[in-house]
């Protein structure tokens, strides 16, 4: 792979999400050679991607250039590439690119949908997990509305402003609130010819609580946001099948729908050329011990979305959320360290930090340990931490900028059809 | 195409770019039904487009919903598609959904780039004329110094790192004074394991002067930044062919180049439908008389780029760029206002209000009617000039934001391969 062979011990790091560069960052200017691989060359915030799929954020000022990052870091080597398959019996990897041979591994590769087999819903519906994943979402969307106001089949037309958001965790949720915002504010306005009553947007969650993973006050209160936003909130009801056309359910209710956003599951990017007792096939997960080591290699580390470190506390290993994997990243690197210099290797301990998820203007639940808050404080608070929590100075301000402008004007300014998703080669809207 | 039929007169406007918001403008909130129809939902600021390109703004900034700008005004309708043919003879339009009847037509396709029949280079070459477009060259350059760094072949690498634009008109300029300025500050830092100095940016120019509408000292000087800031300005050179890997000319020069970006010609956007003594076939133009109208056709006007008003003085017609395309907008909607009230037409005068291009940082070249300056004060009126032309708080404050960031931080940070292009379906980047 063209990476110079040189005294210091190497360290591969496959993935630049918020593990791997947190375990990345904390492996800067030490005597090792760091090589961090990626098939983007950006790092993604992926929690405000449901903001660039409805027009809110430019992708660009969610996104990190990975080189920029590490500028200034000696002895660091980025590589744009597929990792394809581990070989831990010799200590080397595959890619795209070449193969390559390493001392530590770190396999930092993330999560990605989890369509729990079902081909037709992988083929018909829209995921989320990546900026242009989001950007398709984006384009589809108003690819619809435009569609809409062409034909004068009234049950057409209604599937082209039904929206089936599957899935009540905090991407479905934030999703089901952003458009919604967009039904009230901004497409009346852009379709005075549309009757925009007729939009529909359902949230559909299998189990009988949306936001299952925080508090049953901030569950409650998230359902109440979104009832009042005009979102229509499905509970215990789960999505069989769809079409393209139809959402089938176990219930009594079906959905003709354009577009069905499917935030139902994730699991993790598993890599080839682990054994089968070192991963969960199921999750698609890679089973870790307490230091983050995969089972029978001491010098494979797994972190974030894509390692389940089960314990009796955790049977399901850590929530697939930033907050593990940056813990994990940074211990990691700490780890590596103190195995260089010959020290004692840490425990991981996950430090839950809280979770919030917002609805909409004003309306946001958080959850931290001593304290559950609802409304426009937890709004404030979670644009907060969000902002704080983007990398660069220059994403900050972008950000900043357009939420300030978006709350001042009820706007969402970049409702923009860069690349068309469902007319790609043609403008003919007609199938 | 399912736009209702009132008693006021429909005015129907090809092409949402300078010339066509500019008439759409000037017929806000009159006794007529204005219909905008466009490929794009959104107005592209094409003299930023090099920026795009470049990783200095994010496409978002320099494109404006088209619908929201005509949020407000009545009797207005945007459709998005592509216009296949227009019948003057009984007043209708074909379009991809459907055809419509029309009172007054106004066409502002634009223009689109000129290969001159050569498909060689209409296949190999880049062009940029629109923000996907923009967003290509963006991730092409960025995936071929990705791709040098893997090759130990000096020839590929050179290639690779050797940037041909063709055309020394202001698109030429600014894009290879804006690449000049990633080789100087940003790919050193980013590719640290390159040698940059290898890369080679070519500017060729088949006349004796770039920038040759503008006068002789900005040619002159504007040649004089580009070489200082490292480009190498090939005069009195034709390129003839390019075949994907080297661009052959009619010199001794050759150039073996993986990016050849295409800035030698334009011509309009034609439409089917006019009659052979309508059009300029070699330039793709409609030929219009004093009012814009097209020839036997005194209810079909063509404006901006697309539109050919030859006279005495301008016998190749006005110059294809943003002021005469507003200009003939106003003017041809305050015309079409005034035989509505049975006044009289007036003739089309261009007030030519002068040009510039930036090659750089603190870098331009400003000719006014009585004034020609160069240098940062010349910069500095253009970013003036940019920023208030763009449309939109929204983009003028992010546009402004990132000039200020960039300037300060010698820093382009939106170098992102979002949609790859030349790997689009797979990372590796062996052929």
Request: glycine share 8%; charged share 20%.
């Amino acid at each position: 792979m063209n990476i110079p062979q040189t005294s210091f011990p190497r360290v591969v790091i496959i993935g630049g999400g918020f593990a791997g560069l947190a375990a990345a960052r904390g492996l800067e200017e030490q005597e090792l050679q760091v090589v961090l691989l990626d098939k983007h060359n950006y790092h993604t915030f992926q929690p405000l991607l449901y903001q660039v799929a409805t027009g809110g954020l430019e992708p660009d000022s969610i996104a990190f250039p990975l080189r920029k990052r590490f500028n200034d870091v000696e002895n660091f080597y980025f590589r744009l590439t597929e990792v394809q398959k581990i070989n831990p019996e010799n200590n080397t990897i595959e890619t795209s690119i070449g193969s390559l041979e390493y001392d530590e591994l770190i396999i930092a590769t993330g999560s990605t949908t989890n369509f729990f087999g079902n081909t037709n819903i992988q083929k018909h519906t829209m995921e989320m997990k990546s900026i242009p994943q989001s950007l398709n979402i984006r384009s589809l969307i108003l690819e619809n509305f435009e569609e809409a106001l062409l034909t004068s089949n009234i049950e057409e037309r209604n599937a082209l402003m039904n929206f089936v958001i599957v899935g009540g965790g905090p991407t479905g949720v934030e999703l089901a609130g952003a458009l919604a915002e967009m039904k009230k504010g901004i497409l009346p306005k852009d379709y005075p010819d549309l009757d925009i009553r007729q939009m529909q947007i359902n949230l559909i969650q299998s189990s009988d609580c949306i936001l299952k993973g925080m508090s049953a006050k901030a569950s409650e209160k998230a359902e109440d946001f979104l009832i009042k936003l005009g979102v229509n909130v499905w509970k215990n009801l789960r999505v069989l099948d769809y079409d393209g056309k139809t959402v089938t359910t176990n219930g009594e209710d079906h959905f003709k729908a354009e577009t069905v956003i499917w935030a139902a599951g994730v699991k993790g990017q598993m890599i080839d050329g682990l054994n089968t007792e070192c991963v969960i096939e199921r999750a698609a997960r890679i089973k870790v011990n307490e230091y983050n080591q995969v089972l029978g290699h001491p010098n494979v580390y797994a972190i974030g979305d894509v390692a389940c470190m089960s314990s009796e506390k955790t049977p399901f290993g850590h929530p697939m959320m930033a907050q593990p994997a940056i813990q994990q990243g940074r211990l990691v690197a700490k780890n590596i360290l103190a195995k260089l210099f010959n020290k004692k290797q840490e425990v991981f301990v996950y430090k839950d930090k809280g979770s919030m998820a917002t609805i909409g203007r004003n309306k946001a639940v958080v959850d931290l340990k001593n304290w559950k808050f609802q409304g426009v404080f937890a709004w404030f608070v979670w644009m907060f931490v969000h902002l704080f929590s983007l990398i660069g100075f220059r994403n900050k301000a972008i950000v900043f900028l357009n939420w300030v402008y978006n709350y001042i004007r009820f706007d969402r300014e970049t409702r923009l059809i860069i690349r068309p998703y469902k007319n790609k080669n043609s403008f003919s809207f007609r199938k």
